[in-house]
T-cell receptor, first 111, second 111 residues
Framework: TQLLEQSPQFLSIQEGENLTVYCNSS?????LQWYRQEPGEGPVLLVT?????EVKKLKRLTFQFGDARKDSSLHITAAQPGDTGLYLC???????????FGAGTTVTVRA | DSGVTQTPKHLITATGQRVTLRCSPR?????VYWYQQSLDQGLQFLIQ???????AKGNILERFSAQQFPDLHSELNLSSLELGDSALYFC??????????FGEGSRLTVL
């Protein structure tokens, strides 16, 4: 059982459409991170959210941390083919010191 | 370029053999993390070292061991290899446990 559950597992959309990826847990996290991984490469950190209810924007990407600090979402507006990749949420639960990853959401944006 | 260097990039070996994966962290980072990524298990935390000392342990098999040397580079030793050990092995370093910079990984194939 994954500590962090991501949905959907796969997402295929047309260029210009919007998409949302969800990351849920029953545990409370001191912080949550989103990473993106492309084939043959290591994950790259996109953002860290720390405060419950926090919203962060990175160009066309919007990240939200749930009020209870148990969940997060990633919203991409007007997706482009360059957004294609594996999106991973990760977090360190309270009373723990290990960073756990969700299984990931594979996003494909078709031109 | 994340600043984390891993060698070798690819490794093919036979069951029962032993291999060593090497990692150099980003300049200034004292921590090194090892992760295993496979299709069915996702990114699994193996072990963390901080300034030469083991800091946290995850789902690391007894056949696997790691160490961090005084110059802060780290090695992950995998022995008595089994087919199921075939995976991507990532090393990461970073200023905080959640904000990690990953190397490009070592792809291990056990035949």
């Amino acid at each position: 059982t994954q500590l962090l559950e991501q949905s959907p597992q796969f997402l295929s959309i047309q260029e210009g459409e919007n998409l949302t990826v969800y990351c849920n847990s029953s545990s409370v996290f001191s912080s949550l991170q989103w990473y993106r991984q492309e084939p043959g490469e290591g994950p790259v950190l996109l953002v860290t959210v720390v405060t419950g209810g926090e919203v962060k924007k990175l160009k066309r990407l919007t990240f939200q941390f749930g009020d209870a600090r148990k969940d997060s979402s990633l919203h991409i507006t007007a997706a482009q083919p360059g957004d294609t990749g594996l999106y991973l949420c990760a977090g360190v639960p309270f009373n723990d010191y290990k960073l756990s990853f969700g299984a990931g959401t594979t996003v494909t944006v078709r031109a | 370029d994340s600043g984390v260097t891993q060698t070798p990039k690819h490794l093919i070996t036979a069951t029962g053999q032993r291999v060593t994966l090497r990692c150099s962290p980003r300049s200034g980072d004292l921590s090194v993390y090892w992760y295993q990524q496979s299709l069915d298990q996702g990114l699994q935390f193996l072990i963390q070292y901080y300034n030469g000392e083991e800091r946290a342990k995850g789902n690391i098999l007894e056949r696997f061991s790691a160490q961090q040397f005084p110059d802060l580079h780290s090695e992950l030793n995998l022995s008595s290899l089994e087919l199921g050990d075939s995976a991507l092995y990532f090393c990461a370093s970073g200023p905080e446990v959640g904000e990690l910079f990953f190397g490009e990984g070592s792809r291990l194939t056990v035949l």
